[in-house]
Nanobody
Framework: QVQLVESGGGSVQAGGSLRLSCAASGNPYRRGRYSMAWFRQAPGKEREGVAAISIGTASTRYSDPVKGRFTISQDNAKDTLYLQMSSLKPEDTGMYYC????????????????WGQGTQVTVSS
């Protein structure tokens, strides 16, 4: 059974940093090529893709609002996905979700068939 558990969220002032983690278990594609991603959702807004990574090739994609400030990475040995967030802005506030296992690193939600419960990030000005 696949489980994704996010952690690392919290409250921070603008300009600060946070690192989110997503611990995955029950990966059915361990020997295959697959992609994982981080999404976020602010109150009253749609869920948006923030960053995605191809586990097989380590290629990455970022949404324009976070490019240059966020870094997605993965530790295969620990089956853990990370999102390093720097220079945080109030508009980065939202619930952050880990998503897996798409066939390609998409920033759209449809290809992902497993989701975590989310971790809250609040950035104050």
């Amino acid at each position: 059974q696949v489980q994704l558990v996010e952690s690392g969220g919290g409250s921070v002032q603008a300009g600060g940093s946070l690192r989110l983690s997503c611990a995955a278990s029950g990966n059915p594609y361990r020997r295959g090529r697959y992609s994982m991603a981080w999404f976020r959702q602010a109150p009253g807004k749609e869920r948006e893709g923030v960053a995605a990574i191809s586990i097989g090739t380590a290629s990455t994609r970022y949404s324009d609002p976070v490019k240059g400030r966020f870094t997605i990475s993965q530790d295969n040995a620990k089956d853990t996905l990370y999102l390093q967030m720097s220079s945080l802005k109030p508009e980065d506030t939202g619930m952050y979700y880990c998503a897996a296992y798409a066939p390609y690193p998409s920033l759209q939600p449809q290809p992902y068939n497993y989701w975590g419960q989310g971790t809250q990030v609040t950035v104050s000005s």
